[in-house]
């Protein structure tokens, strides 16, 4: 069976203080470190690319793990602000800045804070399918390339990240079923209009207060397991307050979700596998759910566990 | 039917701990010291219990407390 054996990140140098960028919307500290949670904002240069960033996150994934630059076969990009408009798709750039071998099934998947969940089924199913030994999973989604800094909804939220995951058939984490949903008429309350960031913030919290619980108890139901079955619960991590209003819903185990926005802010794909890097990879848990939701709509639930 | 108490146990279940007084019902919520996302959050307890959604083209008219209660007893 495929599993998860690894996880690394890359975080930009340069940060944005939260807080001195909060005085200019005429937003309390408070607001910041109590509401968004985030206090610091990672942020690439103008001239880093996303592949640049992905090549940095599976650069720190080879120097951290068993795994051989040769040994990988399969390749997905999990980002929606692809270097060149996506064409080339920048995992065939990252293939190329990486010197990999030509054997390796790239591709890039079109999604944003679902789609950590979404890409390890999908490179799960193709190992299996295709007898892919070696896979890697990256996320890498700079959303300050499309942040207009004059608006206060989106500029106090995301930071820039990249995760690279190793997927083999050696990985202790194995991989549940998902649960998938997809609601387009929410399209508008998260998208890009003019080339920048537009976010409907009470929309977009509703969605995720209401309906992500939802999924939730439902993924739980089908799998005939309860709340109190599940170690950890690693959620996309849209602000503090969204992890909030979200962990009520579960009051017996509130506090095996993690809240963990600080010094990284929203980072879109990558805030789950920031979690599991974290938390999880190395821990004695057993059972961790992972859910991701935003921009689409766009919601996916689904557990990592070990034997 | 909502009330003054369906909005401060609404309030209390986001983990808010201000204490509202009945003058407080019609003043901005900023002047109260609810910020935007104490706002969401207070909506989606209400919308939980009520079952009633909010449009963005009402919610841009509600501007207290008493707004929001009067908003959805229509």
Known sequence: ?307 | MVNEETIKEALGNTGSDIELTTSDFTKPYKDIGLDSLDVFNLLTELELVTGKEISDEDFSELESLKDIIDHLNK
């Open chain 1, 1 to 307: 069976m495929i599993g998860i054996k690894s996880i690394a990140s890359y975080f930009p140098e340069t940060t944005i203080d939260n807080i001195e960028q909060a005085k200019k919307f005429e937003q309390p500290s408070e607001f910041i470190t109590d509401k968004i949670g985030a206090v610091r904002l990672p942020v690439a240069s103008e001239e880093q690319l996303t592949s640049d960033m992905a090549m940095l996150a599976v650069e720190n994934l080879l120097k951290s793990s068993d795994l051989k630059r040769e040994q990988i076969d399969s390749l997905i990009v999990v980002t929606q602000n692809p270097d060149n408009a996506g064409l080339p798709h920048t995992s065939a750039i990252l293939q190329k800045k990486l010197e990999l071998s030509s054997n390796v099934a790239a591709f890039d998947i079109s999604l944003g804070c679902s789609g950590y969940v979404y890409g390890l089924s999908i490179l799960k199913g193709l190992m299996e399918q295709a007898g892919l030994k070696n896979g890697v999973l990256v996320t890498a989604d700079p959303y300050s390339k499309i942040i207009d800094r004059e608006d206060r909804v989106t500029s106090l939220l995301f930071g820039d990240a990249a995760t690279a995951t190793w997927l083999s058939s050696e990985g202790e984490w194995q991989i549940g079923k998902p649960i998938m949903q997809t609601d387009g008429s929410g399209g508008k309350e998260l998208c890009v209009r003019d080339g920048f960031l537009h976010m409907n913030g009470r929309q977009v919290f509703n969605f995720a207060a209401l309906t992500v619980p939802k999924q939730i108890n439902s993924w739980l139901g089908d799998n005939h397991l309860s709340a109190d079955d599940i170690d950890l619960f690693c959620l996309h991590q849209g602000s503090a307050s969204i992890i909030d209003a979200i962990s009520r819903r579960f009051p017996s185990v509130k506090d095996r979700f993690i809240s963990d926005i600080e010094v990284t802010g929203n980072t879109v794909s990558s805030s789950i596998p920031l979690l599991l890097e974290k938390y999880v990879i190395h821990s004695e848990h057993k059972r961790v759910l992972l859910s991701g939701f935003g921009v689409g709509l766009s919601w996916a639930t689904n557990m990592i566990f070990k034997e």
